[in-house]
């Protein structure tokens, strides 16, 4: 019965993503991994991703920056995106999660997740509004980066910077006008939303620990309750694998700790 109640809950997840999904992948894989899909359905939907204390949307702002950051499943990437759509998710909400993967994992990794999501919007028929480009004047950049570095990390954001000046001296004008300026500042996402993608995509990587506590404690600075950044990180438990959830739950329990 308990089984068969993870599996209910799994799979009413998973069909409000897309109701075909668990069909196609029966189809798919069924016949060679029977077992696999089945406690996928289980354990990722039911027990991980059906979990309360994260909503859907923010979950799966969550799960596509963390496959865009790790750009090795743009099949899982594209689903997730059509799957992101089917709850509330917009088009240019996704856009974005592409623009933030740019600076934490590069821009091929940014332009890989585009063409995924250009495949998934085609599919669903939708086409994300043009927005209007923020100055590119330097001076410009560097207030936006700046106000957008104030509000998630403070004092110690500058520090950080800082500390780079004399090994790489051009380091911290390009953190803080492009990582900051040009993308962190952006309006699209809300800066709780904006922190679980970085969030995501630096755990999944999981090569990140140092930007990862920055982003964690920039997500209690901006409202994310520790609760909410424990789940997007225990999300990576299915997306990059326990050992990458876990060395994050440990980087989380540091900034717990230092913020007590």
Known sequence: MTENRRHAKGAALLAALDPNALADVERAVGGLAPDLVRTMVE??????????DLDVRSRQIATVAALAGLGNA?????????????????????VEVMYLTAVFAGFPAALNGLFAAREAFAAKGVTPGRQQPPSSDTGERRRRGQAALQATSGQAGVDVLESLRALAPDMPDFLLEFSYGDVIARQILSPRHKEIAMIAVCAARGTMRPQLIVHLKAGL???????ESVEVLM??????GFPAALN???AAREVFAEND
């Open 74 to 94: 743009p099949s899982q990437l594209r689903f997730h995106i059509g799957g992101s759509l089917n709850v509330g998710v917009t088009p240019e909400e996704i």
């Open 248 to 250: 994050a739950l440990d």
């Open 221 to 227: 600075a901006v409202g994310l309750s520790r609760s």
């Open 235 to 240: 999300q990576m438990a299915v997306y990059a």
């Open 43 to 52: 354990f990722a939907y039911g027990d991980i991703l059906s979990r309360p």
